[in-house]
C-alpha cells in the first residue's frame, strides 16, 4: 500500500489506493478545502487521482503557481463551454493557459462582438453556480476521432488524428460538455470562482500557419480572488494608457506603413532618440574597450550555410538570387561577419579578449500577425558585440558584460533585473563535451554575480548556453532584453584561430552579447516604462520655448539657439497659437521642459520653467538655466 512522502519529508502510509484529495484530508481539512490539483513525483493531477504506489506529494492551492495555472486552465473550458450553449453550431479547437490568463480559439462565420463577450461571461457564471463535476476518461483513438467527427468537431478530430497512435487520448467531462486535454482540472466548475474577465476578440489562424483558416480567439484573464483580478485590470488599463503606439503618434516619435510592414519610419523626434541611445551606449563602450565596427548587411548564402545559420533560420531569412544565380541573403546576426573581421590577419593570445561591437540592422521575416509596433518588427537594429577569448577569460568576461549590463540599465531606470540561464536546446549544432565546458563557464559566471537566476531548460541558442537579461518595469511587466552567450562552435566553424602562448593555434571562444538587444523594441519598452516622459537627458525635445506674444518672439528665437549651442535640444514655437493651447499641445508630446517668455524674463535675461505634469512655474537666470540643464544632459554620458 502507497506511502506518500511529503515536501517536509515526513511520510503519510495508507493501508489502501488513496486519491490526492484523500492526502489533503489527512493532513488538515482545510488543506482538502483549498486543494486545486497535486504532483506526483514531479507530475501534476487531478485530485481524483488514484494513488496506488509509494511516491511524494505536493498539494497546490490557488495561492501557488500550479493552482492558479490550473483554474485558469479551467476557465478555458468553461469559456468554450458558454460559447457552444449560446452559440450553436460553433467548433472549439485548443483553448491554452498563457502568462496573466487564457484564450480559446473558435471557428464560427459570424465575428464576436462585445456584447457577445458580455453574453459569454454571464453564461460562464452561470455554468460555475450550477458546479458542474469534472470527469476524466481515457479513450480508444479512432473512437474518439469517430465521436468528434460525429459531433461536427472536424478540428478536434485533426488534432486527435495527429496523436501518435500509442499515446493516451484524453477526455475531460465538465458535465455533459466534453473536450480533449491531458489536464489536470478541478473538481467541479464551481472550484474556479467567478474572478474572471473576457478581454478581447482577435483573428488567429489554424495551427498558427497563414494558409489555413482564419479562426477567433477570445481571450481572458482568472484569479484566485476579487482584489487580485481587479489589481490585474488596472494594470492593463494602466498599460493602455502607457501603449507605445498610441504615445509615438502623440509624440511624434515614429509611424508605420503596409508598404513596408514591421519597418519603422522614424520622425524627427524618434531618430533623435534612437541616436542618443546609440551616443551613449557608444560612450559606455568604448569606456569598455570594444572596438565598433560595421559589416555587409548582404552576404553569400554558403557563409550561411558554413555558420549553421541557414538551417536554423533559412525560413526566417530575406534572399535575393543575382543574374549569375549566387544566392544572397540580408543578415538576420551579425556574428558571422565579425568573425570575418577577426580573422583579417593574425591574431594572439596577447590580442584576447578582443571586444569588436556593431550598431548592425538586422532583418527577419516575422509572420503579420505576429508584428506589434516597435515591440515585434521585421527589421531592427542591434546593439551587438562579440567578445573573442580564452576559455580561461570566459568566466571574467561573462562577469565584466554582467556588471556592464546592470549599470547602463540602472541609467536607464531599470533596477529590478532577473537572470535567467538557458542550456541546450534539443536542436543544436556541436559536440556534447564542448556544450558541456561551455554550460560550466558560463553558469559559473552566473553564480559569480551573486544574483538570484533561474534556470530555463532547452532554451539556449543552437551555438551555445546563454543568459537572459528581463527587465521589470514601472507597472510590473516583465521583459526580456539583454542576452549573453558562451559559443564554443561558431569560431570553429568559420575558421578563426588566434596563436597561444606555446605557439599552436587555438580557436578562440566567442561571446555573443546584446544590452538593448533591438534598438527598436527597447525604445517601446522605455516609451511605456515612462509612459512617454523620459529622463532629461534622453528626452529627444527636451525644451520648447513659447512667447507670450509676437513680441517677444526675438528672444525666444535668441534663447533657443543658446540652449542648443550647449547641447540641449529645444525649438522656439512661434505657431499662431494662444498661450495655453501651446502648453496643452506640448505637454502631450511630453516635453520635459517648456520656457515660457514675456517681458520680465526679457529684462531679466532669464526664462520662466513650467515642468511636466506640474502647475508650478519657475523663473531661472538664463545663464544659470544653461549651466544647470547643460550638466543634467552631460551626467549620464560621463
Known sequence: MPIITLPDGNNLDFPKKVTGLEVAEKISKSLAKQAMVISIDGELKDLDFLIEKNCSVKIFTSKNDEGLETIRHDTAHILAMAVQELFTGTQVTIGPVIENGFYYDFARKEPFTEDDLKKIEEKMREIVDRDEKTKREVWDRDKAIKHFKKKGETYKAELIESIPKGEEVSIYFHGEWHDLCRGPHLSSTGKIGKFFKLTKVSGAYWRGDSKNEMLQRIYGTSWASQKDLDSYLKRIEEAEKRDHRKLGKEMDLFHFREESPGSVFWHEKGWSLFQKLINYMRARQDAAGYKEVNTPEVLDRLLWEKSGHWEKYGENMYTSQTPDEKIFAIKPMNCPGHIQVFNQGLKSYRDLPLRITEFGKVHRYEPSGALHGLLRVRAFTQDDAHIFCTEEQITSECLIVTNLILDIYKDLGFENVILKYADRPEVRVGDDKVWDKAEASLLEAVKASNLEYSINKGEGAFYGPKIEFVLRDAIGRDWQCGTLQVDLNLPGRLDATYVDKDGTKKVPVMLHRALFGSLERFIGILIEHYAGKFPFWISPMQTVVIPVSEDFEHYAKQVSEKIKSVGISSMADLKNNNLNYK????????????????????????????????????NMELKTFLKTFSALNKASFN
Open 583 to 618: 502648453i496643452r499641445d506640448h505637454s502631450l508630446a511630453k516635453i520635459p521642459l517648456l520656457l515660457i517668455c514675456g517681458k520680465k524674463e526679457v529684462d531679466t535675461n532669464s526664462v520662466t520653467i513650467r515642468r511636466l505634469d506640474s502647475n508650478k512655474q519657475e
